[in-house]
């Protein structure tokens, strides 16, 4: 903690209305002096803390509170209580009253001038948000006036602004904007409200029934409110309720008091839309265990699963979205429709573009493949009952277990039913591709080690460098070492600078000197190409490790009949440039080398 936040705290007391310098230590040193060993002062960063982890264990052990010197023992929750109201009270200190900043680098100089604002209004949530206790008097007399008295709307609009602002950064950065730091905006006549929506929203139970129980802020309850929320770049706003908050804290209890006081379960608010949504989207940054108990309750309460947003967003869609497994898995056991789209896309066909595995294949056992997107429907012709689709769109993805359950139930009907030669060839087509060499011997297995796109994918495997893919295609059949086929992929994997397609190539007796149909050797392609000098060396390495020492100058050559031409570009350097190269150099890549120096090409 930073020593003059510390300071001001000490010098706070619960009824203070305004800081006292005079009540301030004299001296830093004078906390060393108080807590001797205990703590460990540092003036060159500003900051005290704990000596060693064992201080805190001293204090806080139970075992503390039985035996000797019970005085020591400290309470965690009570601690934390204590904590809260001594933020609160600082809070609500006349200083505050003003209301909040007009801009960052008033909020900035606010932090610095109040050496304890950025902490008070950033932790007392964390410190109050196990209290459920709405007999505590002493808490909620120091709590409850910050949300509720009128003669403290400033003060509220002044720590609501730095909590928003602060929670984004470690300060607040001179020279941003106000807005840069405000999440919500409300007018004088929606202040109950939206302090309701704030209690809820940070799951502090006790201020939040006390609130209720008095009838304060209950349009946020039955959704009747002008909460306006603004997300960071002020593009949208949407209306928040009391429910939609509760959820979003992950307070079950603090949920269940909100549906008493006759919320709508259903009700269409806030930034996740529906009530079930904000249950399950916000328990992906939860570190540790996932809890969906409040998605299970408020579906067991009658929360609608497939209830569209106006945003045009559902609870399965964004439980997939977020990677949700639990969350899908609890929308599908509440008859989720999996047949629904966003923006012409299934939420099956969206967890094959996120890559999650896991989700897809739940999906695909409730029938995900049966629902084709309607644009790539009209360009193939699947046989229903069976899951081509679902087949061909793991094999983008690598789902090598979903591909393996779909092939054994449907794998014979795939490879042999004409309807689904044009997916096969596909999937052939992005195994090599993409090198899923696994994925690859799965389809090689069902279809007989035979299909129709074999050059093509052999190309693409060694275009693209894949070279166990390249080496399970090349097993399938007998080609000659001289066959012209395999001279020309040598050529070309070396000016694209895929030693590992290279090697592959060479130790089955490709010729590393003989040309191609266009009279290139893998020399001259790899000497001309304008891959980066670690990539050259790493192809010139198999050269070397294969070819017994020779020269490479001396082993390169021109192709006969072809051009060169000398020009200069704008930094007036000479280039040389072979023309007919780009074929076997990297895409977008100029086959050029500079005319200084050693030339690898000889004529």
């Known amino acids: 903690m930073q020593i003059e936040a510390l300071i001001e705290g000490i010098s706070l007391e619960l009824e203070d209305t305004a800081l006292d310098p005079e009540s301030f230590l004299n001296d830093p040193e004078d906390i060393s002096d ?73 909020l900035a100089s606010r932090c610095d001038l109040f050496a304890l604002y950025h902490y008070a209004s950033l932790e007392w949530p964390t410190h109050a948000h196990a209290h459920i206790d709405v007999n505590d008097v002493p808490f909620l007399s120091v709590i409850e006036p910050l949300f509720t008295d009128s003669d403290m709307n400033g003060n509220f609009d002044s720590w609501r602004q730095a909590f928003e602002g602060l929670s984004r950064r470690t300060r607040p950065i001179k020279g941003r904007p106000e807005t840069s730091f405000n999440v919500y905006r409300q007018s004088d006549s929606d202040a109950e409200t939206n302090r309701l929506i704030y209690a809820c929203r940070l799951g502090l139970y006790s201020l939040a029934k006390a609130m209720i129980s008095k009838g304060i802020g209950l349009r946020a309850v039955t959704n009747e409110n002008t909460v306006q929320m603004i997300n960071r770049s002020g593009l949208f706003s949407a209306r ?14 603090l949920v269940e008091l909100v549906l008493l006081a006759g919320a709508d379960i259903n009700a269409t608010a806030g930034r996740y839309g529906l009530a079930l949504i904000a249950a399950i989207e916000p328990v992906r940054y939860i570190n540790g265990p996932k ?79 049966k629902y084709v997107n309607p644009d790539i429907e009209e360009s193939i012709n699947l046989t229903p009952g069976v899951d081509g689709y679902g087949l061909w769109l793991a094999s983008g993805c690598n789902f090598v277990e979903s591909a393996q359950k779909i092939l054994e139930v449907d794998g014979e009907t795939i490879f042999s039913d004409p309807a689904f030669e044009l997916v096969t060839y596909g999937i052939f087509i992005q195994c090599a591709a993409n090198g899923f ?65 290279v090697k592959e190539l060479i130790t089955r007796g490709v010729p590393l000197f003989a040309p191609d149909k266009h009279g290139w050797t893998a020399m001259l392609a790899v000497a001309t190409s304008a891959r980066s000098q670690d990539i050259q060396n790493s192809t010139l390495e198999v050269f070397y490790e294969f070819a017994n020492g020779f020269k490479l100058e001396s082993r390169v050559s021109k192709p006969t009949g072809w051009m060169r031409r000398f020009e200069r570009n704008e930094a007036t350097v000479r280039k040389l440039t072979v023309e007919g190269t780009s074929a076997y150099l990297p895409v977008g890549e100029s086959p050029s080398l500079p005319c200084s120096g050693s030339l690898l090409i000889r004529q």
Request: proline share 3%; with cysteine.
């Open 437 to 501: 060499y696994k994925f690859l011997q799965q389809m090689l297995a069902y279809s007989g080690n035979s299909f129709n796109a074999y050059n093509e994918c052999v190309k693409l495997a060694a275009s693209q460098g894949h070279a166990k893919t390249l080496k399970i295609l090349l097993d399938l059949k007998t080609l000659e070492p001289e066959d012209l086929f395999l001279r020309d992929l040598l050529v070309m994997a070396s000016g694209r600078g895929h030693p590992g397609v």
């Open 34 to 106: 108080i807590c001797g060993s205990l703590v460990a002062l540092n003036l060159d960063t500003g900051t005290v803390t704990l000596a060693h982890f064992s201080v805190k264990e001293f204090f806080i052990s139970s075992d503390r509170n039985l035996g000797a010197h019970p005085e020591f023992f400290i309470d965690q929750e009570t601690g934390n209580f204590e904590l809260a109201k001594l933020c609160v009270t600082y809070l609500k200190l006349e200083h505050f009253s003003v209301g909040p900043c007009g801009t960052g680098e008033e």
């Open 291 to 369: 809890d969906y108990s409040i998605a299970q309750f408020l579906l067991e309460k009658g929360a609608d699963v497939n209830l569209t947003t106006p945003a045009n967003t559902w609870p399965l869609l964004e439980a997939v979205g977020c990677h949700s497994v639990e969350g899908v898995k609890l929308c599908l056991a509440a008859d989720a429709d999996i047949s629904k789209r966003h923006e012409g896309w299934s939420v099956f066909e969206k967890a094959a573009m996120n890559g999650d595995a896991e989700i897809f294949e739940i999906l695909r056992q409730h029938g995900g493949g």
């Open 240 to 253: 928040g309720n009391a429910l939609n908050a509760a959820c979003e804290s992950g307070d079950l209890k």
